[in-house]
């Protein structure tokens, strides 16, 4: 079946370092991708989408490709700030749309 | 606003005891689905529902229950027989008619055992 596997965390990295939070998938069809982020004591927040193959989804300074000959979705974000310490989760909906699957997300830490 | 509501936000239940927790949406969306949330576990799915009057059990339905009267609400009713409930509860919910869109999440419900 479809699933989604996450690096593990927890990831501890120092302000303006570079970011990279692996995803990889397994899906049949066409899925769409998704990161979330969550911060403590919230629900899962939107960070950014792409739905097909070679689609880069942005937002907030965070970029992710998807790759579909490397079933891959990885995270990255060029300079990281405190106020991204949060814990971020990778998704995928499969061909109906209205099944999804999360990984185990990644708690960041970022110090100043 | 437009958004998803859920309460309350900690919860306390006693043993025996069945406990229910409230999602109330008024982004007119058709599909809502609980997820439970434990460290290191990510989420996983417990109930999701695609229409009034119809849901489907997810991967760890054992010991909850739940309702889709109208198409805003879908309360979780977590019963005695699930035995380990502290967790973090999410709902969520998804348009209908637009493939590829995301799902929606409220800011959870914390429950745990007095």
């Known amino acids: 079946g479809d699933s989604v596997t996450q690096m593990e965390g927890p990831v501890t990295l120092s302000e303006e370092a570079f970011l990279t939070i692996n995803c990889t998938y397994t899906?049949?069809?066409?899925?769409?991708l998704f990161w979330y982020v969550q911060y403590p004591g919230e629900g899962l927040q939107l960070l950014l989408k792409?739905?097909?193959?070679?689609d880069k989804g942005s937002n907030k300074g965070f970029e992710a490709t998807y790759r579909k000959e490397t079933t891959s979705f990885h995270l990255e974000k060029g300079s990281v700030q405190v106020s991204d310490s949060a814990v971020y989760f990778c998704?995928?909906?499969?061909?109906?749309?209205?099944?999804?699957?999360f990984g185990t997300g990644t708690s960041l830490t970022v110090i100043p | 606003d437009g958004g998803i509501t859920q309460s309350p936000k900690y919860l306390f239940r006693k043993e025996g005891q069945n406990v229910t927790l409230s999602c109330e949406q008024n982004?007119?969306?058709?599909?809502m689905y609980w997820y439970r949330q434990d460290p290191g576990q990510g989420l996983r799915l417990i109930y999701y529902?695609?229409?009034?009057?119809?849901?489907q059990k997810g991967d760890i339905a054992e010991g909850y229950s739940v309702s889709r009267e109208k198409k805003e609400s879908f309360p979780l009713t977590v019963t005695s027989a699930q035995k380990n409930p502290t967790a973090f509860y999410l709902c969520?919910?998804?348009?209908?008619?637009?493939?590829?869109?995301?799902?929606?999440f409220g800011d959870g419900t914390r429950l745990s055992i007095l």
């Open positions: 792409a739905t097909k193959a070679d």
């Open positions: 982004l007119n969306h058709d599909a």
């Open positions: 899906a049949t069809g066409y899925p769409s």
């Open positions: 969520a919910t998804l348009g209908a008619g637009v493939s590829n869109q995301p799902q929606h």
């Open positions: 529902s695609q229409i009034v009057n119809d849901f």
């Open positions: 998704a995928l909906s499969g061909d109906t749309g209205n099944q999804f699957y």
